[in-house]
């Protein structure tokens, strides 16, 4: 168990459709990372935060938004659903080095299963 | 454009043997290199970081070497174990200090008892 936790593990929706994906950070982690990964893709990276605030976007589709909330909790949110974007989609925090800043080492929640039928 | 290879073919190997995977980089200069083991369905747990200016990396069972000229890694698990068997990823941080990485596709290891 890596201490990150994403809900909820399984979501099947229809075309069209929203979703929001919620994921917590480990305890003492600032930043939460989204992926995405797809037979076709691989693990690709979607955006970053970090305390709260966006520090980098990677190749999130315009139809997909993020927020970090105060409490540090994340979420990952889906409109438009296309069929394409059935895929496993994981959050991941980053360690904190002694000296306050991140570290490279990540740690990936158990992932959300998205199907759009 | 950057491209990081792994084999996509399965690595199949007898218990007890050294397994050794490769990351292959082109159009990238890493300043860290990392390597994940991914089993089905779960996410990915980090092993091993290794930087730039380092030549080897080991954990328990694990080494990993990285070498810029050849823009390549190796990832050695020694008297490897059916309990090894999963999808072993590589990504690679630009230098920079960003802390975005860049994931290769994975190759798989089946450990034969």
């Known amino acids: 168990d890596s201490g990150v936790t994403q809900t909820p593990k399984h979501l099947i929706t229809a075309t069209g459709q929203r979703v929001t994906l919620r994921c917590s950070p480990r305890?003492?982690?600032?930043?939460v990372y989204w992926y995405q990964q797809s037979l076709d893709q691989g693990l690709q990276f979607l955006i970053h935060?970090?305390?709260?605030?966006?520090?980098a976007k990677g190749n999130i589709l315009e139809r997909f938004s993020a927020q970090q909330f105060p409490d540090l909790h994340s979420e990952l949110n889906l409109s438009s659903l296309e069929l394409g974007d059935s895929a496993l989609y994981f959050c991941?925090?980053?360690?904190?080095?002694?000296?306050?800043?991140?570290?490279?080492?990540?740690?990936f929640g158990p992932g959300t299963r998205l199907t759009v039928t | 454009s950057q491209k990081i290879e792994q084999n996509s073919e399965a690595l199949n190997i007898q218990e007890g043997k050294t397994a050794t995977l490769t990351c292959n980089y082109t159009n990238y200069s890493p300043a860290y290199l990392q390597w994940y083991r991914q089993d089905p369905g779960r996410g990915p747990v980090f092993l091993l970081l290794i930087r730039e200016n380092e030549k080897e990396k080991r954990k328990e069972r694990l080494k990993v070497t990285f070498d810029t000229t050849l823009k390549q890694s190796l990832f050695h698990i020694t008297a490897s174990q059916p309990a090894d068997s999963a999808t072993y990823l590589c990504?690679?941080?630009?230098?920079?200090?960003?802390?975005?990485?860049?994931f290769g596709r994975g190759t798989s290891l089946i450990v034969h008892p």
């Open positions: 305890s003492g982690d600032l930043s």
């Open positions: 991941a925090s980053s360690a904190q080095s002694s000296t306050g800043t991140e570290t490279y080492e990540q740690y």
């Open positions: 935060y970090y305390n709260g605030e966006e520090r």
């Open positions: 990504a690679l941080y630009p230098s920079g200090g960003s802390y975005i990485p860049t």
